[in-house]
């Protein structure tokens, strides 16, 4: 089986999550045959402690320290959730490696770019018949990925509209003092920056397309992965953590306010009868579907549990569901009709089939300033654009006593 997972995944760049600027036709055939989870959210923040969850929980089953971890980040070496794993295959990246080295230019071919080496070995484990976990952070340190895969490989000359005459003039009708907007970004380093009002809007298409780039990369090593397994063979891809595209004036890995962005991960895995999960539930299933494979090689890898309603009218609702039926334990891999999500064991989020509710940036629990934090609507409003706390104050006033419960329970 392959096991692969990505630091500063966001499923708005996939097109099998509706993407319409950027096709990623491989993640959408293991999409199609398989099954995906449209509304996963990690119940923490640190992608790290992700990683660990997913390593504990496989703990459990005895075929996981057969596991071959390849990886580009040195820091799950120093986890102990690392100590399961007989084997863990370092390579770092370039921009590890050679700190000094020019970033400028991007990877030439797709076999020399940091994922690609990965991939290579990856490859080479999965031929020679081992089930290998391949884990990158190539997404939020090196953006090696070659431009041409970008969909648009010329850009036409930038130019500008003029509000007086109506029509787009030139960009060397601008004066030498206009920098214009590139169509795409060169550079290997990973943007972090919270938009203000003299940046020109464009960069947000900009580095939404460099990203888009960087996901084409992850779906050509996707194709040639799968192309050494056999059609029955799992297939799990996913993600520790979110990346900020201009939410919320933010680019950037953790960047910027807690939001859906960072919080909601890709999870499409091979196998199961093509159900989509409509409904939210804990990134956690990833371990709980990778379980269900290693203790049952020869069955059916996604058993109906796993999955909440297919029909979001068939489930029940928050207020018809009793509150102590409702999963206790954030680690707990059953499906959830809501994921609360924690920042160095601080409550800091809660997200339901209907609502998304943090509190405000400055603000942290325990606290009853309920008119500063933020509500939600959810699947709706994907991108948190409309907080609608004081139009339904008594959503906000539940949803913050349920943090706050979970804050004193965890004390």
């Known amino acids: 089986m392959l096991i692969f997972t990505l630091e500063g995944f966001t499923p708005a760049a996939i097109s099998a999550y509706g993407s319409s600027w950027n096709r990623t036709p491989a993640i959408d055939r293991l999409a199609a045959e398989g099954t995906t989870w449209n509304r996963a959210i990690t119940p923490v923040t640190d992608p790290l402690e992700q990683w660990d969850r997913w390593a504990n929980t496989l703990a459990g089953t005895p075929q996981a320290n057969h596991i071959v971890v390849i990886t580009d980040d040195p820091r799950l070496l120093e986890r102990d959730s690392a100590a399961m794993f007989e084997e863990i295959i370092l390579l770092e990246s370039d921009l590890e490696t050679a700190p000094d080295a020019d970033d400028e230019s991007e990877a030439i071919d797709i076999e020399d770019t940091s994922i690609g080496r990965l991939t290579a070995l990856a490859a080479d484990r999965l031929a020679q018949g081992d089930s290998v976990w391949l884990h990158t952070r190539f997404l939020t340190h090196c953006w090696d990925a070659p431009r041409e895969l970008s969909d648009d490989t010329i850009a036409d000359e930038p130019s500008y509209y003029d509000e007086e005459s109506g029509e787009d003039l030139p960009a060397e009708e601008l004066g030498e003092d206009h920098d214009p907007v590139p169509f795409i970004v060169e550079s290997a380093t990973p943007p972090n920056h919270s938009i203000t009002a003299d940046d020109d809007p464009d960069w947000i298409t900009t580095w939404m397309r460099t990203y888009g780039c960087q996901i084409k990369l992850v779906d050509a090593m996707l194709d040639i992965l799968g192309s050494v397994l056999a059609p029955d063979e799992t297939i799990v891809l996913s993600g520790t953590s979110g990346f900020a595209l201009g939410q919320n004036g933010s680019i950037g890995h953790r960047t910027g306010p807690w939001r859906s962005c960072h919080l909601h991960v890709p999870l499409v895995c091979s196998g199961g009868s093509g159900l989509r999960s ?20 020869s069955g059916d890898l996604l058993p109906t549990h796993l999955f909440a309603c297919e029909n979001v009218a068939d489930a029940p609702t928050e207020e018809s569901k009793p509150e ?19 920042h160095r064991s601080v409550p800091i989020a809660i997200t339901t089939n209907d609502w998304f509710y943090v ?35 008594e959503e906000a006033d539940r949803l913050h006593q349920t943090l706050l419960n979970e804050f004193h329970r965890a004390e």
């Open 278 to 297: 409509r409904l939210v539930a804990s990134a956690d299933e990833v371990a709980a579907v990778i379980g269900t494979r290693l203790a049952n090689p």
């Open 324 to 342: 102590e039926s409702l999963p206790s334990n954030p680690s707990s891999p059953s499906p959830t009709e809501r994921v609360i999500t924690q």
């Open 359 to 393: 509190p405000s940036d400055d603000q942290s629990l325990p606290s009853d300033a309920v008119e500063r934090c933020h509500l939600y609507l959810k699947p709706d409003d994907v991108d948190d654009f409309n907080n609608v706390v004081r139009l339904r104050q």
